[in-house]
């Protein structure tokens, strides 16, 4: 009887069909891999999720944050949008961690999922009772925005995002501004500027105040009038 390593010697393996076996070992193992663990890495499927993430719909995972949104009764975020005391709550939560105008306060309730009239029964009780106070709040916004040295514009627009009132807005703004603190919120910027910039060219100097003061919501003839008080003189002053 002849032997394999003599049969072997007789009869040699060629070297394609070693790789045939080489590839059919390979996809054997490609197709396991896909039986334990899904389907294979292939150009498919790594477009259908290029796909997905450009859509915005992805997948949380297991565990993960947003894992169980929506897994609630009613799918927004609250068990009942018509429970009119787990709404109060929410806001009094809300008011704790920072003061806000009423229609921000309404805007989040009803994001996290509670019905309109739910959101209005709240804010109407909490105005009631003192809690929320849109003039007041507006008022302090104002100051804060000046502490900011914002102007005129540039304090609409902080209010607005704050979720005031634009009629609101607008009147409390007009109050600041007759009594002149725009105006020096405009000088106090600009004498930050002057003596950030102190020793630099005078035109670099009058374009950095331009890009703060108009960043900052002041208007051209405030920022000219205070260019033109600061900087003109600290030049002719040779400083």
């Not at 169980?68 to 929410?90: H, R, S």
């Not at 979720?163 to 004498?191: I, K, M, P, W």
């Not at 950030?196 to 003061?213: I, P, Y």
């Amino acid at each position: 009887m002849i032997s394999v390593e003599e049969f072997l010697s007789a009869h040699p393996v060629s070297s394609a069909a070693s790789g045939d076996v080489d590839r059919a070992d390979s996809r054997h193992s490609g197709a396991v891999r896909a039986s334990r663990f899904g389907a294979p890495d292939d150009d498919d499927s790594r477009a259908d999720r290029k796909a997905r993430r450009r859509s915005g719909d992805r997948r949380p995972k297991r565990g993960g944050f947003g894992a169980g949104l929506g897994t609630t009764a009613y799918g927004g975020g609250v068990e009942d949008p018509n429970d009119a005391q787990a709404c109060k709550e929410a806001a009094l939560t809300l008011l704790d961690s920072a003061p806000r105008a009423s229609g921000a306060l309404a805007q989040r309730l009803k994001r996290k999922g509670y019905a309109d009239e739910a959101v209005n029964a709240t804010i109407d009780r909490l105005i009631e009772v003192g809690l929320l106070d849109d003039e007041a709040y507006a008022r302090s916004m104002v100051r804060y925005c000046l502490s900011r040295q914002l102007g005129e514009h540039g304090a609409v627009r902080e209010l607005s995002r704050k979720g005031v009132d634009a009629a609101l807005a607008a009147r409390v703004v007009e109050e600041a501004r007759r009594t002149g603190a725009f105006e020096e919120s405009a000088y106090e910027l600009g004498r930050k500027v002057a003596a950030r910039t102190e020793g630099m060219d005078s035109d670099v100097r009058r374009r950095r105040l331009w890009s703060a003061g108009i960043r900052k919501g002041h208007g051209p003839e405030a920022i000219r009038r205070v260019a033109e008080e600061l900087l003109s003189e600290k030049e002719r002053n040779g400083e």
